[in-house]
């Protein structure tokens, strides 16, 4: 295969042709021709010369040069690519490192061998401007709908034929009782685009939620052009979903609009998803009121929520317990998937013996500590106390406002719950120097003897232990596993310490230690602030 006139337009029109057939630019194609070809000639004048070749785009003409470069006399390792500034006079008049001499060489006669290695260079070159044109393609296409072919199943995975190339509809994406055949076709969800080494891998999906909302996307034209958002979409993939929607124009309905005339829109969706059934909700700022129109068709009595702990709370009529919970709890998880918080459902009555049993056990604990009959203990409770720190350090005027309490009645009660409350702090403070807690950690501020206490029987007996502990190890925490929220117990939840305070308190040993630079600490907030602010602007 020697470079010659007689087929050098033919290197052209193989360019092309490779090019048309695989859909990438010609010239990658040419530069794969020139990258090979120059591989074959090194094989021909030494490996050990630089040699490139030029193709020529309008006449097909290969030019073979040999590069040398200029570099310090004591630099030259290459005597075939590299010379010195001295050597380089015979050819340059003022030579500099740097500078490149060029000179064309004959072109090389390939043989079998050579043109057999210029015809794999060319190929995986080919093979790797494919492979970028089709990541390029369908990156941009992440979160959209596709339409696709059945080519085969493979261990239960769907390989869908997309045009220019092939994806992956894994058997954990498919809904369940779907099943398809070679040839049939196929609408999905494009879920993630990858670079990997075997080329670009496409992943769809049938099970995703944005799935449905890109179906509702091309079936209703108000959430196309942005007067309906979709909120909030939770779906048990072909069975049941929940969508929640919002609508900017208040002359437009979003449930009706996303219903259609006499169910056409909403009907289009259902079919395609198998006949997966389709609560459509209205989205609302206040949590409690997205929640109870979540859980229609449910009636809620009443809503509380534990923001801090993200739960919420939801108390429903006994007759009605079944149908807010949902056939194997479908219901309550959606409802929970789409707001994002656990739920707990209680009915009338089980909130009231809860309500019975708090109400004893803090009457309870005000007879036994401050020695009150159960008549007046009770009467502290309804009126909200809720322990003796409440009692013992509140405003005077609180509890004279009580019906009966005179002014000598009220001085007596507090006087009774603070003893009670420094003999407590007496034992706390005792049985943590019984444990071996140093009086650096005793004498911290911001933690009391019964706070002490409690971190001694968990092992923390110096500032230095108390300075390593995390937040949450302090306060509690939520941690999501496996898509459900476990609850992690903290050392100090028992005393309602916060995240906030427990940072607080933990970066305040830190600083007291010399593990942290306040001047820092300020330096990193204000920085913060700044972010914060560019992103709002």
Request: with cysteine; aromatic share 6%.
């Amino acid at each position: 295969m020697a470079i010659t006139s007689a087929n050098q337009l033919e290197l052209l029109q193989t360019a092309e042709a490779v090019a048309r057939e695989k859909m990438i630019d010609p010239g990658l194609v040419i530069e794969a021709m020139e990258e090979s070809l120059a591989r074959a000639a090194k094989s021909r004048y030494g490996a050990e010369m630089d040699i490139r070749v030029a193709i020529d785009r309008k006449t097909g003409r290969a030019t073979f040069t040999r590069v040398r470069t200029v570099v310090e006399d004591d630099a030259v390792e290459n005597y075939q690519a590299e010379l010195t500034v001295a050597q380089a006079k015979q050819y340059l008049d003022d030579p500099k490192v740097g500078d490149e001499i060029v000179d064309e060489v004959p072109p090389v006669d390939l043989g079998r061998i050579a043109a057999q290695s210029a015809k794999q260079v060319i190929l995986q070159k080919v093979r790797e401007a494919e492979r970028d044109r089709q990541y390029e393609e369908f990156k941009d296409r992440a979160g959209t709908i596709i339409n696709g072919i059945v080519k085969r199943e493979e261990y239960g995975n769907i390989i869908v034929d997309i045009g220019r190339g092939e994806a992956v509809l894994r058997r954990n994406e498919k809904i369940g009782r779907e099943s398809y055949r070679p040839n049939d076709r196929i609408r999905c969800y494009i879920k993630d685009v990858r670079r990997e080494a075997r080329g670009p891998q496409v992943f769809l999906s049938r099970t995703d939620p944005q799935f449905m909302a890109e179906l509702f996307k091309m079936e209703v034209p108000e959430i196309y052009d942005g007067i309906i958002e979709i909120k909030a979409v939770a779906r048990d993939p072909g069975s049941r979903a929940k969508i929640g929607v919002i609508s900017y124009d208040n002359s437009i309905d979003p449930v009706g609009a996303c219903v259609g005339m006499r169910g056409s829109r909403v009907q289009a969706v259902v079919n395609e998803l198998q006949g997966e059934k389709i609560d459509i909700i209205p989205w609302n700022e206040d949590q409690a009121t997205f929640l109870v129109n979540a859980l229609q068709p449910a009636e809620v009595a009443k809503v509380v929520i534990d923001e801090e702990a993200g739960k919420i709370e939801v108390v429903v009529p006994d007759e009605q317990l079944s149908l807010a919970i949902g056939r194997r709890g479908q219901n309550v998880r959606l409802a929970s998937q789409l707001t994002g918080l656990d739920i707990d459902i209680l009915t009338e009555e089980e909130e009231s013996q809860r309500r019975q049993a708090e109400f004893a056990e803090r009457t309870k604990l005000f007879v036994e500590a401050l020695d009150l009959d159960e008549f007046f203990a009770q009467l502290l409770v309804s009126e909200g106390f809720t322990s003796l720190e409440e009692v013992a350090y509140i405003e005077l005027d609180e509890l004279l406002s009580i019906e009966g309490v005179d002014e000598g009645t009220a001085e007596e009660l507090q006087a009774r719950a603070r003893d009670v409350i420094e003999e407590q702090n007496r034992k706390a403070l005792e049985n943590a120097r019984a444990l071996g807690v140093e009086d650096s950690l005793i004498n911290f501020e911001g933690l009391t003897p019964q706070m002490i206490e409690a971190l001694a029987n968990d092992g923390v007996k110096t500032i230095e232990d108390f300075a390593t502990c995390a937040d949450w190890e302090l306060a509690g925490g939520w941690t999501t596993v496996n898509g459900e929220r476990v609850k992690d117990d903290g050392i100090l939840e028992k005393f309602d310490v916060s995240l906030e305070e427990a940072q607080t308190l933990v970066m305040t040993a830190r600083i007291q230690l010399g593990w942290v630079d306040p001047a820092e600490l300020e330096a990193d907030a204000e920085e913060g602030e700044e972010t914060e602010e560019g992103a709002e602007a």
